[in-house]
Nanobody, 125 residues
């Protein structure tokens, strides 16, 4: 049974940093590309970063480039999202997901099969 579990969310002041973690079990972790998504109240879920199986390829939307960094440790079945210089508009539920897409990664949420329950990130002004 595949399980995807996010952690590391919380309340942080504007300008602060957080590192989210995502552990995926029940699958061959290095056979999957991984992605981070977020969803704010009343808004669509959007991708904020993805990483290929071995970490050689990453993609970010322009809105977070230079601010968010995604990485993974295949030995630990874990992916990370380092978020710096956070702003109140970054407040959202952050989700981790696994995709069978290989040799690249995508921010298209329909390409992801396995999702976690999310971790809340709240940035105060």
């Amino acid at each position: 049974q595949v399980q995807v579990v996010e952690s590391g969310g919380g309340l942080v002041q504007a300008g602060g940093s957080l590192r989210l973690s995502c552990i995926a079990t029940g699958l061959t972790f290095d056979a999957y590309s991984m992605g981070w998504f977020r969803q704010a109240p009343g808004k669509e879920r959007e991708g904020v970063g993805c990483i290929s199986q071995y970490g050689s390829i990453t993609h970010y939307p322009d809105s977070v480039k230079g601010r968010f960094t995604i990485s993974r440790d295949n030995a630990k079945n874990t992916m990370y999202l380092q978020m710096n210089s956070l702003k109140p508009e970054h407040t959202a539920m952050y989700y981790c997901a696994a995709s069978p897409l290989q040799f690249t990664c995508t921010l298209v949420r329909g390409r992801y099969d396995n999702w976690g329950q999310g971790t809340q990130v709240t940035v105060s002004s």
